[in-house]
């Protein structure tokens, strides 16, 4: 299976939510900043990268976990995935798609404004790290969500 977990510029959310499916950030603690700096992907993707998915690796059970940045452009780049699927004669159920923008706070909203829009990236970096390290018991949630679905769509292929 393909996970793809999306946000605006695909550089902090969408990130953050791979890394905890990949198991490279931890679900019983919030992260230290250095370990969020340290995700690959994080805080890097230009705007010229959107609709573009990035493979960041495998969880446990081999599926394979992407990130994607949407922009303004959500239902469009939705749209030709499932054109591209349909073209190819892919499964869709084969590729699950996750929003993680509905999870973050306002600090990560500036912050990563300030750090990928404006090029103010120090303090951007930084108002981010700290956002999302408010929110990550909610990405916790949210990636546990994803998992569990997973492994319905799972047990009602066999």
Known sequence: MIIIYHCYGGAHSSVLSAGIHT???????VPSRKEILKL???DKTEGQEIGIPFYFGKDEYNNKVYIQGMGRAEKIVLNTLDSFLEEKKINKNLV???????????LVRIGGF???GLG?????????????????????????????EISIAYKDKI
Do not use: H, W
């Open 114 to 116: 300030m750090s990928r």
């Open 120 to 148: 103010m990236v120090f303090p951007g970096r930084l108002l981010t790290v700290y956002g999302l390290q408010l929110a990550y018991p909610n990405f916790i949630e949210l990636v546990r969500t994803v998992k569990e």
């Open 40 to 42: 690959p992907y994080f």
């Open 23 to 29: 198991n490279r950030l931890p679900v019983d603690r």
């Open 96 to 106: 699950y798609v996750q929003n993680t923008l509905k999870k973050v706070n306002i």
